[in-house]
């Protein structure tokens, strides 16, 4: 039932609301993973239903989406652009004042970090220091679980391995194969409620369907945590891991050509928890992402509606009441 009163708002929402001022045409990118999806699935809502646009999502990745803007200056809307993956090539379009960045669409940014089930924090609140953990290895199960082999994070956290001197009271660090075991041995510990000690990252839909918390590493230095990414270094030091910037961007022209979607879309910002949920229950859902868009537009007008100005916001209301 839920799916079909799903598909059946998605129908209803399929072409831009009458009454809305006329936008015009308006690109948008749709990264290739759950939360970028989302995000492109309720824009591209909202600039229909509340702005009258005439929307055409672009499938992308973060190069090639930013390649396009320098050669052809479009598309108009780059979401969900992740800062510390770009290239050079955007900070020059920035300095030339093509390409504007609106505002952070993540909050606090991308997640990463070290966690435990709040069931075993709550039992032993110690444990949400990394100092917690290492003077008490058995209440975490005696393992740290860590990032498989070639990716960014098994570097840095093997380097904070080695700052923080994690084995020193018998911990034993497990590197896994696939991130789909490093998955795996989270839901199964959380469904048994047994101990699990490891990495992961946010947004994603495990995060927000088990609750965990993050254990407290230390004070983040940026320049620690950049010098900890180097697989060569000698003096790995002790930093937590800081947000990454995700960013909403438009090109100068979409900017001055649509001041209001603009205002809009610098305010579009979902809490990185929201998030979470979203693609939890899109994922209990076997959903789609503008199944989650009509889900959270239905029940969570309290964090989008500020995005909106008043005609808009007022469209958007009458169409969902």
Not at 179 to 208: I, K, V
Not at 237 to 262: K, Q, Y
Request: some cysteine.
């Amino acid at each position: 039932m839920k799916k079909l009163l799903a598909g059946a708002a998605i129908a209803a929402i399929s072409t831009p609301f009458a009454a809305a001022a006329d936008c015009g045409e308006v690109s948008i990118t749709e990264m290739n993973w759950g939360s970028a999806q989302i995000v492109t699935a309720t824009a591209a809502f909202i600039m229909e239903q509340g702005y009258g646009c005439d929307v055409a999502v672009i499938p992308s990745d973060t190069v090639p989406a930013i390649a396009s803007v320098a050669e052809n200056n479009e598309p108009d809307v780059v979401t969900e652009l992740w800062l510390n993956s770009t290239s050079d090539v955007y900070r020059r379009l920035e300095d030339e004042g093509r390409i504007v960045r609106l505002g952070a669409v993540l909050d606090p940014g991308g997640v990463e970090g070290w966690w435990i089930p709040r069931y075993l924090a709550e039992e032993h609140p110690e444990l949400t220091t990394v100092e917690g953990v290492i003077a008490n290895p058995a209440l975490v199960g005696g393992r740290f679980n860590n990032c498989p082999e070639g990716w960014g994070c098994r570097v840095v956290n093997d380097n904070l391995i080695r700052a923080l001197d994690l084995t020193s009271g018998g911990l034993e660090v497990f590197s896994h194969g696939s991130g789909e075991t490093l998955a795996t041995s989270m839901a199964a510990a959380f469904e048994r409620r047994e101990p699990w000690f490891g990495y992961y990252w946010a947004p994603t839909g495990l995060l927000g369907r088990y609750d965990m918390v993050k254990v407290r590493i230390g004070p983040i230095d940026e320049a620690v945590h950049a010098n900890n990414g180097n697989p060569q270094v000698d003096n790995p030091g002790v930093s937590d891991f800081p947000p990454a910037p995700v960013l909403t961007s438009v090109t100068a022209d979409f900017r001055e050509r649509e001041p209001a979607v603009a205002d809009m879309l610098s305010k579009m910002t979902f809490e990185v928890d929201v998030m979470n949920g979203l693609l939890a229950w899109m994922e209990q859902n076997n959903a789609t992402a503008e199944e989650a868009t009509v889900h959270f537009v239905t029940t969570m007008p309290g964090v989008w509606s500020d995005w909106l100005d008043d005609d808009a916001r007022a469209r958007l209301s009458a169409l969902i009441r």
